[in-house]
C-alpha cells in the first residue's frame, strides 16, 4: 500500500483509508460485531491504517466498536473522528432524527473529545475534525478550543470537514489545519474551484469521503429496491427513481473503461481520485472483507494522462442527476 502524508506535519497514512460509517449506521443493516473486526482487521494487513468515524455514527457505536476492535492495536492505527453536531438522547428520538442541530461552542468541543478518548480506550485521537461549520460559533473560538486539547496531548491533529475556503483559512490562523475532509469523486466536484487550491495553497490534505458516490459509482446500485428504511441514501435526490434512472447511464460508461483495463468501475473510480494529487487521501467506507480488497488494489492501478482524461469526461459533473442533499440535510454545509 502506498503511503501519503496527512498534510505538512502530519502522518503517514495509507493513500486509501476506511471509513466505517456504514459498519454501524447509514446505510442499512449494521454488520455484527464479528464480521466488523474481521474487515478492519483484514485493512490492517492490506496496509491500510487510516480509519475514519465519527461520534454521530451510531451515534457513538461506531467509535465503541473502532475502540474494541483496535484496543490491542493502538500503535498499528491512525484514528479519525468528528464532533459538531447536537445529538438528542435515545429516549427523545431515534436514527438520523437524533441529530438535532450543530454544537461547536468550545465546551462541547471538549466534551466530545474526552468522550471518545472513552469509547476508543485511548489516551489520544490522532486527527480531530469539526464535522460541519457552526455559524453560530466563530471558527476561531472553535478552533482555539480543539488547540488546547492538543496542547493537553489529548488530540495529535486538527481537520474540518466540509469547510468552505473562507472558514479553512480563518481556522488554519489560529491552528494548522492538517486535513479536510470534502465529499470528493466523479459525479461530486465540488472542492475543485476553491477548497483544493487553498487547500494546496497552505499544506493541507484532502480527505475525500464518498468517494465511490455512496456505492452508486461501483455499479452495484441499479434501483432502489436494495434500500432499507434505514438507509440514508433513500432520502438523496440522486437516488429518487427518475434521477437514479438518468444517472445509470454514466456508470455504464465508466464500466466501459474499467473492463479495458481489467479494473472494476469502483476501482477506476478511486484510481481517479489518487491521481488528482499526492495530497488527497480517499477514505471509502465499506462492510465486507471482498469491497474492501477491490478499494484497497485501486491503489496499484497507473493512469496515463489520457485514461485520466477519459474517465474524467465519462462522468462530467454537469450530467449527474440530482442534488448531492435534500433540503434538509444541506443546510449543515456551509458555502
Known amino acids: 500500500m502506498q503511503m501519503r502524508k496527512l498534510g505538512r506535519n502530519g502522518p503517514e497514512v495509507s493513500a486509501i483509508g476506511l471509513g466505517c460509517m456504514g459498519m ?195 455499479g452495484a446500485v441499479t434501483d432502489r429496491s436494495g434500500f432499507g428504511s434505514d438507509d440514508f441514501r433513500s432520502n438523496l435526490p440522486r437516488f429518487s427513481d427518475d434521477n437514479l434512472k438518468k444517472n445509470l447511464s454514466l456508470v455504464e460508461t465508466l464500466k466501459q473503461l474499467a473492463d479495458a483495463r481489467g479494473a472494476t468501475s469502483g476501482q477506476l473510480a478511486l484510481a481517479w481520485l489518487l491521481h488528482q494529487g499526492e495530497d488527497i487521501i480517499p477514505i471509502p467506507g465499506t462492510k465486507r472483507i471482498a469491497y474492501l480488497e477491490e478499494n484497497a488494489a485501486a491503489a496499484d492501478i497507473r493512469l496515463t494522462q489520457d485514461e485520466v482524461a477519459a474517465i474524467d469526461r465519462a462522468v462530467p459533473e454537469t450530467a449527474v442527476a440530482g442534488a448531492r442533499y435534500a433540503e434538509t440535510q444541506q443546510i449543515f454545509v456551509q458555502r
Open 24 to 218: 454501524s449506521w447509514a446505510y442499512g443493516t449494521a454488520s455484527d460485531e464479528a464480521t466488523s473486526f474481521a474487515t478492519l482487521h483484514r485493512a490492517l494487513e492490506l496496509g491500510i491504517n487510516f480509519f475514519d468515524t465519527a461520534e454521530v455514527y451510531g451515534p457513538y457505536l461506531n467509535e465503541e466498536l473502532l475502540g474494541r476492535a483496535f484496543r490491542d492495536r493502538r500503535d498499528q492505527v491512525v484514528l479519525a473522528t468528528k464532533f459538531g453536531f447536537r445529538i438528542l438522547p435515545e429516549t427523545e428520538a431515534s436514527g438520523l432524527s437524533r441529530i438535532a442541530g450543530l454544537n461547536s461552542r468550545p465546551e462541547n468541543v471538549k466534551a466530545v473529545a474526552e468522550a471518545s478518548l472513552k469509547r476508543f480506550g485511548t489516551d489520544h485521537i490522532d486527527l480531530f475534525y469539526q464535522h460541519r461549520v457552526d455559524p453560530a460559533v466563530p471558527i476561531e473560538e472553535t478552533v482555539g478550543a480543539m488547540s488546547e486539547l492538543v496542547r493537553e496531548g489529548k488530540v495529535l491533529h486538527l481537520g474540518l470537514s466540509e469547510a468552505p475556503a473562507e472558514m479553512i483559512r480563518r481556522a488554519h490562523a489560529v491552528h494548522p489545519i492538517a486535513a479536510v475532509q470534502s465529499e470528493y469523486s466523479l459525479w461530486t466536484r465540488d472542492p475543485e474551484p476553491e477548497v483544493l487550491p487553498t487547500l494546496r495553497e497552505l499544506g493541507i490534505a484532502l480527505v475525500p469521503f464518498s468517494p465511490l458516490g455512496r456505492g452508486f459509482l461501483t
